[in-house]
């Protein structure tokens, strides 16, 4: 059973940073597109960013430059390493493996993600 468990949410001031690490268990995800995805409060859901195998990466638009994703093969680790936190940056963050095939350039389609984490909080105050 493949099981993605993410941490490193809390609460920070506005222009603070946080890390979030999502854990992959159960598999080894080393030739997938993932992804962290956010929604927040009265929202839906968005990409934010994301990482192929070959280590490319995609960012939204309002978080290139403040945030930086990376993944460790070796010990199934996903990382969202996010500086410069804003009140809008505010939501659950999830982590999210793409099915086989599926390539990051392709977007932030969710159904072509087929393992999801639970959630973790992030909250950003002035």
């Known amino acids: 059973r493949v099981e993605l468990v993410e941490s490193g949410g809390g609460s920070v001031q506005t222009g603070g940073s946080l890390t979030l690490s999502c854990k992959a268990a159960?598999?080894?995800?080393?030739?997938?597109?993932m992804a962290w995805f956010r929604r927040a409060p009265g929202k839906e859901r968005e990409g934010v960013a994301s990482?192929?195998?070959?280590?490319?990466?995609l960012y939204g638009d309002s978080v290139k430059g403040r945030f930086t994703i990376s993944h460790d093969i070796a010990s199934g680790t996903l990382t969202l390493q996010m500086n410069s936190l804003k009140a809008d940056d505010s939501g659950t963050y999830y982590c999210?493996?793409?099915?086989?095939?599926?390539?990051?350039?392709?977007?932030?389609?969710?159904?072509?993600?087929?393992?999801w984490g639970q959630g973790t909080q992030v909250a950003v105050s002035a």
């Open positions: 999210a493996v793409a099915g086989v095939g599926v390539i990051c350039s392709d977007g932030y389609i969710e159904p072509d993600f087929f393992w």
């Open positions: 159960g598999y080894i995800f080393s030739d997938y597109c």
């Open positions: 990482i192929d195998n070959d280590g490319s990466t």
